[in-house]
């Protein structure tokens, strides 16, 4: 096993990265909030997979919280993350302070248009403005050859891809499968704010999602009837309630009225007790 | 004189560059909407005496331009900026398509939200953020060690220095002093839309600065005793239209209520007819 770097400085991180590459190395960057979980490693994975060299970055960016989210709450636990990114070979973390980022004076930030405008942006105002700023940032100072990003979070996969294009970022951004528990959950640091009712429970995102996909591959064009489907499922448990259940064009995010020919995207936000969980899945109607 | 290579494609001028760096050259880059007068030479030569290579862009920016300003009527010519370029021994000039640089879809862009709010920022809104964006794009395709602006666009320097900071750019942006004519007017591509008249009382901005200087290095330490000088320079000509004159921070931008002990950025943009011309000077107080 490797022996995993530390940095806590963009200068020193970037140094690291640009001896790399005048020996010849390429670069997988797998930016992450900690508190990893399988999906992360699954990401770790991809990277080793496609480059010589793989830096994670783990920084829980103030920028994409809003007033009232969970920023001071989210889950942290370093020691834990670095043997489990040393176990899948990685072989620098980024580890930035807040102030390393956002010094005093800090003022520039990167905003989409269009993007943000659904799904989750819907209810998490300027949340995308803060991924996308701080993933500019870390491309620069990572500037890998390839990032490689979750599709459970598919609207910040979307996103990070469109900003990658418009500004020119010479880095390639993969997605990487959803990963779930046994029993179908998506895996997310959040999980481990669920009571073990609510835990229990949370399954049943999964399963309206897969009876959604079931209708679809049955010829039910209509987004109504498949979006009610996945609604009884996920409200037949008490404390969960509805943040939004979307049919879309996976590309533009845009509500599709009729399913039809092109693949779509179901994307739900549900809220367990307190905790919001999101999940969705890429369907193909029959025909 | 070495042979001038045009580039009209992000991905070959990056491929350029990337060449070059592998040789072990350093790149010295020259943003500009083209057009060119001695201040871009000036640019051109400093960036000649600093880095091994040196690239060139023309782009006139749709995104800088705000409702009713002169995009559409911007001078370009081409030909004679390859000449310039060339006799300035530049190595590469980048001249993209306005498609090519915001493409079908486009809709990411950068903001700061402190120094545009002074200055030309106040008049020209969205102006900063049209730059700031262009720059980024600019920065990512061209990958420069160096890049070089005129201190005439003094708030353009300042925006994009901390743009370059807060979004870990690995660029060192340099500011180059403004170039005058022979008459102390500063060299301006908009200079071109000016009448013989309006061109021979254009120096009446130059010459208001030359006064407010006198009076600071005197020991007059009232912003609005100096202001007040500069302007009836200024409006000595009876087109002249003043949209601002300014003494402020070099460093933030901020109105300064004192003139004591630091130096000042006293800063002006006036009408001469239907142009608007800026210039600017650092003046240090006597004590």
New interface residues.
């Given amino acids: 096993m490797n022996e995993i770097k530390i940095f806590e400085t963009?200068d020193s991180m970037?140094s690291q990265v640009f001896e790399w590459k005048k020996s010849g190395f390429t670069t997988g960057f797998v930016p992450t909030m900690g508190y990893l979980h399988e999906g992360h490693l699954a990401l770790l994975e991809k990277a080793g997979e496609t480059c010589d060299k793989v830096v994670m970055s783990i920084f829980v960016n103030p920028a994409q919280f809003g007033e009232g989210e969970d920023f001071e709450t989210y889950p942290r636990d370093f020691e834990r993350d670095m043997k489990l990114a040393q176990s899948k070979n990685a072989d620098a973390v980024f580890f930035p302070s807040t102030k390393e980022m956002y010094p005093e004076?800090?003022?520039?930030?990167?905003?989409?248009?269009?993007?943000p405008g659904f799904l989750c942006g819907k209810s998490r105002y300027g949340h995308f403005k803060g991924v996308?700023?701080v993933v500019?940032?870390l491309f620069?100072?990572v500037?890998p050859d390839f990032a490689f990003f979750g599709e459970k979070d598919f609207q910040q996969l979307a996103v990070i891809k469109?900003?990658a294009k418009?500004?020119?970022?010479?880095v390639k951004v993969k997605g990487v499968p959803i990963v779930r528990e046994k029993d179908g959950l998506a895996m997310s640091s959040r999980n481990s704010y669920l009571s073990e009712d609510e835990r229990k429970n949370a399954v049943l995102i999964y399963k309206g999602i897969l009876r959604a996909r079931e209708l679809i591959q049955k010829g039910e064009s209509d987004p109504e009837k498949v979006k009610a489907e996945t609604k009884s499922f996920v409200l037949g448990y008490k404390n969960a309630e509805i943040d939004y259940i979307t049919i879309c064009d996976p590309d533009t995010l845009e509500d599709v009225s009729v399913i039809e020919g092109k693949s779509v995207l179901l994307a739900a936000a549900v809220y367990f007790g307190k905790t919001r969980l999101i999940d969705n899945m890429v369907i193909t109607p029959k025909n």
Same sequence: chains 1, 2.
């Avoid at 004076?105 to 993007?115: M, P, R």
């Avoid at 418009?166 to 010479?170: E, S, V």
Wanted: overall charge negative; cysteine-free.
């Fill in positions: 963009a970037r004076n800090y003022q520039t930030y990167v905003e989409l248009e269009k993007l996308a700023t500019s940032k620069n100072i500037d469109q900003m418009d500004l020119n970022f010479p």
